[in-house]
Every structure is written in structure tokens, then in C-alpha cells.
């Protein structure tokens, strides 16, 4: 199967060394680099909605932002970004064989770079999916990237021979993936905590973030082919709750952490 997650804004560039691979959009990350260069600091800012110490730092890696980068100025993907996704996937502790396997079965989504592997090659960047970059190809990054997510998606499926892929990416990255286009079956885990309130069940950003993390590296040092084993999932204290769940929003349910 594949696993999908989205990047993050913050970055660790302090990582182990290991073999890159050059991502498959490169070209399209070097045009949509370009683009964001020539936009003033003001507009930069208003686009990413960022301070204006972020806009500047921002502003500047976009014009440092290299066709063919030398490799210090690269990190590995999955090991670079470090936002809470990435505190669940710990893919610095990965090992040289479930990196490789993760290689062929994970993906993580990118406004800059489309569909990235986890040794791919990135340069220090934030864009958000969601980002209203006008390009040749429409008034945001959605029209942009058209089916190109779709397509690349199949033809890895198709590669590793499976129909499943398990979307563990938030909404703003996999609403860049054209449903139509997609030929792979969709799961989406759904990450709840009880609070013990009364009021049921709910979906706590930063808990559920971490979890979809953490669900992408079980899949990884399982090498789990069949959806039906991710139910085994227990990572965190969490639970497979088949009374809430239907086959393609399989819910995890644990106590809500007192601290």
C-alpha cells in the first residue's frame, strides 16, 4: 500500500547523512520558486499570512532557491521536516532498511515539490498548499498541480502493485489530489480523544497530526500491504473503534492525555 502525509512549516536541517534522490518535480519546484521570487516582500507576506520577520526569511530562500542545488544546501525530505507529523514518524530513527522501504510506499505531499519521497532532495522552502500563488496555470496551487498528484500516486501504486493508499495527509495537502483521477482505493484514519466530558468523541488537531505520524512509520516498520492490518494500530494508547468506523474513515479512539 501507499501512505500519504503532508509536510511542515518547521524545518530541522541538522540531520543524519544519507543517500538523496532528486524529486520528480524538481522542474515544477524551480518555476513555482521563481514565481514566489518575484513577488515583493508585502505581497509574500500577505500570500502566507506570515510576520514580517518570517516574510523576510522566506523572501530570502526563495531567492537562494537553486535549479541544480549543491548537495550541502539539501536535507533529505522526511528527515528535514519537523513539525508534529514528523515528531509521530521519527524517520531519523528509521533504519537504513525501513527508509528504503518507505521510499517506494510513502509520499509526502507538497505545495512546492508536488509529491515528494523521503530521501528527495528539498531546500529549505515553506508554501502552503493552500497558498493563492497565481501561476500560468490558475489562481492557486490546486490549479496548478491539476492531476499531476493523481497521476503520480497511480503510477507508484501501480509500481509497488497496490490499489490502496492511506491518506494520512490533512485536508488542505490531499484536497490537491484530483478524487477523479485517483485510481487507488482511499482510507482515511480518523484520530479521536475522549475527554470523558459527555460530549463524545473529537478530533484534536495536534494529538491527530502526531498520530497520522506515528500511523505512516507503523505501516513502514510493519511493511504492511492488507488496510485491514492498520486496525492493529495501538501507537499512543489508541484504539480501533469499529462501532465508529465505516471502511474507508477507520476510527482510533484513546482517552484524552491529563497532561
Not at 103 to 122: C, E, F, K, N, T
Not at 194 to 203: C, N
Request: proline residues 5%; charged residues 25%.
Amino acid at each position: 500500500m501507499l501512505v500519504v502525509i503532508s509536510p511542515a512549516k518547521r524545518l530541522d536541517w541538522d540531520v543524519r547523512d544519507v543517500e538523496v534522490t532528486q524529486p520528480d518535480f524538481q522542474e515544477d519546484a524551480v518555476r513555482l520558486a521563481t514565481t514566489a521570487r518575484n513577488l515583493s516582500l508585502g505581497k509574500l507576506k500577505d500570500l502566507m499570512h506570515l510576520s514580517d520577520d518570517l516574510a523576510r526569511l522566506n523572501r530570502d530562500r526563495f531567492q537562494a532557491f537553486e535549479a541544480e542545488p549543491a548537495a550541502n544546501i539539501t536535507r533529505p525530505a522526511a528527515l528535514a521536516f519537523a513539525g508534529d507529523t514528523y515528531q509521530g514518524l521519527e524517520a531519523s530513527s528509521l533504519d537504513a532498511d525501513e527508509l528504503a522501504w518507505a521510499q517506494d510506499h510513502l509520499r509526502i505531499l507538497s505545495g512546492l515539490y508536488g509529491v515528494l519521497r523521503p530521501l528527495d532532495a528539498i531546500q529549505p522552502y515553506r508554501l502552503e498548499m493552500g497558498s493563492k500563488l497565481k501561476t500560468r496555470r490558475g489562481a492557486n496551487l490546486y490549479e496548478y498541480w491539476r492531476d499531476d498528484l493523481s497521476k503520480a500516486l497511480n503510477a507508484q501504486g501501480a509500481a509497488v502493485g497496490s490499489d490502496v493508499l492511506i491518506n494520512c495527509a490533512s485536508q488542505e495537502y490531499f484536497g490537491a489530489v484530483a478524487p477523479k483521477a485517483l485510481k487507488l482505493d482511499i482510507i482515511t484514519p480518523q484520530f479521536m480523544e475522549d475527554k470523558g466530558d459527555g460530549k463524545g468523541p473529537k478530533i484534536v488537531s495536534f494529538f491527530a497530526k502526531k498520530a497520522r505520524g506515528a500511523m505512516a512509520r507503523f505501516i513502514i516498520q510493519n511493511r504492511l500491504t492488507d488496510a485491514e492490518a492498520i486496525k492493529d494500530f495501538e501507537i499512543g494508547g489508541y484504539a480501533y473503534q469499529p462501532e465508529l468506523s465505516t471502511p474507508q474513515k477507520p476510527v482510533f479512539l484513546r482517552d484524552y492525555p491529563s497532561t
